[in-house]
């Protein structure tokens, strides 16, 4: 009996230390965030202004203010195996810390060597490096796609940027023209990625001009950002998760296709004046519930495509002897 109560004893010891919630951790532990939080900003401070600088003033980027929180929550997400973690430093970190922090440095002493879109990114391994120091494998097992995905913020450099917008303009010009012209009284012709109107041969000025805004990219690394983070967050076999994935791009493609189309109806039948400024961008911003609702039927139809070996019902065999 004075085993079993002992064993007993230690079971509700062990289940009491079990940390559940953040207001769990001691307060010192809060002190040394805040104390690394603060020297990551003051010696990435030039990086993470500009960042918010440019979600601030690009509109093409302002969902960079999202990604840091969906990277909290993944990591709310996993609190209980964080918590309860008996976290081991990896001196490794440090040497990684040291090799991203010099290259940072002579990547914006050295003129020959700067590489904007570099920085931010190195930014991003030295974070990933303090949590390998700090905390060891066994954290970065749970850190690291929080830490990954802040990437999506990054905006990509402008020559990517403009490899990747000019022939998704074209598409959305050209697959928009050739809807617009189904509709009786409506011709339309492209140059480009200028859309040319003309209603019952009435020539509409403007033209059209799809535009950085309407190129889709806004839309594109948005969804593509929510889609990781919903094939993260909702178990499914791993080639669901893949084809969820993939199905983003495809997607965010269409509804900006459909959102060129519908702003060349209204520049056709409301007016020009409807197709810029807060309009069109309200335009831009009703296509995420479209993408979600197609996103949320391909992920309906796979899981409703095979039974699961509980869903499927056994009938009893009745054998009648004659």
Known sequence: MAEESKTVNIQSRHEAEVQTSWRDLKLHTYIKI???GIVFYWLFVYEINS???RWI??????HGFLIPIFSLYFINQRKKEILNLQNRPNYLGMVFIIIGFAVYIFNLAIPSLRIGYARPVIMIGVLGSVVLFLGGWRLIKYTWLPILFLVFALPLPNSIYETLTIPMRKWAASVAAILLDLVSGIEATVSGVIIDISYNGQPIKPSLDVADACSGMHILM????LGVAMAYLHYRPVWQRIILLVSTVPIAILCNIIRVTI??????????????GFYHDMLGLAMLPLAFAMYGAIAWFMTNLFFKPEQIVREDVIIRKV
């Open 34 to 36: 805040l104390i690394v």
């Open 57 to 62: 003033n690009d509109a093409s980027w302002s």
């Open 263 to 276: 702003t060349g109806f209204i520049h056709v039948f409301i007016g020009p004046a409807y197709t810029q």
């Open 222 to 225: 948005t969804f593509v950002a």
């Open 51 to 53: 960042l918010v600088s």
